[in-house]
């Protein structure tokens, strides 16, 4: 057991191996599920947006965007996928600020626990919200016509992608989260990186529509790889020739080294962020 310290000084974190760092992390990601239940308000919006994007596109501009090759549905959807899960993935970034700003990271810190538990918490429960966003857009999208045309264990590929690839891009966002002044300032920088990266991309036109400058972003965009991905596992590829680019080439090994880059940068730096405020 720890013993009790000083008023106001962190207690010491225990050290009993991988048993009480995985105990700690469920405990916060229990917390943060709790607390979604108990505002179901943020369940409810989180889940409505995606669902006005999927009857927007599809229901009112659908009929004047064609795709050379399939229907415009099925080219949307895992465009609005992909959106959904990188904007979902914001909640760990406004959260992260708003636990700051209310001064539960202070209570934390007295706790006897792992210093990434907070971290692993929070990036997880916000994984399990984006699983939920996932069931309910996919079911809307089935409501307005959308199919997979591939097999059962390519379109599980497809969801564990999107979902895998939220959950790393996750921590992206709780490093800003805990790198501003505000949680009010979170929602301006965030949406200054999520709205080039979703819409100048191939999510919801073919690349090769837009203009030059725009074009050559949307190739490199690892959303552009994302959303090719989805397509390819989900089958709802157009006729149109891929651009002659490595990324969306290989699309899945793309967004797969990608993943794969973000956990290995940005959970370290996350977990020094957090311990450095931990330890004001």
């Known amino acids: 057991m720890t013993a009790l310290t000083e008023p106001g000084r962190a207690r010491p974190r225990e050290t009993s191996g991988f048993s009480s760092w995985f105990s700690d992390g469920w405990a916060v990601t229990k917390r943060n599920l709790i607390k979604i239940k108990r505002s179901p308000d943020m369940l409810i919006f989180a889940v409505l947006q995606p669902i006005m994007f999927v009857l927007l596109f599809s229901q009112v501009y659908g009929g004047a965007i064609a795709v050379k090759g399939t229907d415009y549905t099925q080219f949307l959807m895992a465009g609005i996928f992909a959106q959904t899960v990188v904007f979902g993935s914001t909640f760990s970034g406004s959260a992260m600020a708003q636990d700051l700003k209310n001064g539960i990271i202070d209570r934390f810190r007295t706790l006897p626990m792992s210093s990434s538990a907070v971290l692993i918490g929070r990036t997880n429960s916000d994984l399990v919200l984006n699983a939920i966003s996932m069931v309910i857009m996919m079911a809307t999208g089935v409501a307005v016509g959308w199919r997979v045309n591939t097999s059962p264990m390519e379109f599980l590929g497809g969801v564990g992608l999107l979902l895998l690839f939220s959950y790393a891009f996750s921590w992206v966002m709780a490093l800003l989260g805990m790198s501003v002044k505000s949680p009010e300032t ?24 837009l203009p030059t400058v725009l074009r050559v972003f949307a190739l490199w965009n690892p959303v552009s790889s994302l959303v090719q991905a989805a397509r390819e596992l989900f089958g709802n590829e157009g006729a149109e020739p891929l651009p002659d680019i490595w990324t969306l080439q290989n699309a899945l090994p793309t967004v797969l080294i990608g993943i794969a880059v973000m956990l290995v940068v940005f959970v370290p730096l996350c977990i020094r962020r957090y311990e450095s405020i931990s330890s004001r």
């Open 186 to 209: 979170i929602n301006n920088a965030s949406f200054m990186i999520l709205f080039p990266l979703t819409f100048v991309s191939n999510a919801f036109v073919p690349s090769s529509t």
